[in-house]
């Protein structure tokens, strides 16, 4: 989600004089500069990456509503990251960011239902939230609107409908959207020979 990155000693003294004014400007509750400190610390910026104490500014700042601090809060909740496994306060952090037509919030909306992991398993919002982010033309969620397809996973088993989800999540050959792709392109094949024949 967020890349670390190196820096020389000059982005570092840098890094660090700017992190000083942001925290002076967070601890007098400034959301954006308690953003900015998660972020700073989620990545290592000039830091040592730590995430409990990316999730005490994260936090605070979500509570003031910046919704890219709720979107890094709710992924670090479904990874434990400086916080506790808490997949119910992950929804409650993705729903505003999904709603609002974040694509990221609602794959990991779906996700989070489809694993029903720490929450009641929910296919059917499953479905809604992959759905969604599908209309963006997001991979993983067509890949996993595939996977529910071929399998009956919360909808009737569909095999055109999983080819044509792997299909339009099929960007690298070797990748497992492509290779079920055509698995049930050989398949589709070897049965419209067989009813020639």
Known sequence: M??????SKTDVEALTKERQMQLAKALQGDAIAQWYLGVTYYNGYGV??????????LALASKQG????????AYMYTKGEGVKIDNNKAISLFLPSANDGDVGA?????VIYYNGKGVKQDYVNALKWFTL??????ENALFMLGTMYQEGIGVEKDRYAAKQFYGKSCHD?????????????????QRFLSSKN
């Open 173 to 189: 050959k070797d990748s497992e959207a492509c290779k079920r792709f055509w698995v049930l392109e050989n398949e589709d094949a």
């Open 106 to 110: 609602q794959y990991n909306l779906g």
């Open 66 to 73: 910046v919704h890219e601090a709720q979107l890094i809060l």
């Open 48 to 57: 040592d990456v730590n995430y409990e104490e990316a999730a005490k500014w």
């Open 2 to 7: 967020f890349a670390n990155i190196a820096f």
């Open 133 to 138: 982010a599908a209309i963006k033309d997001d």
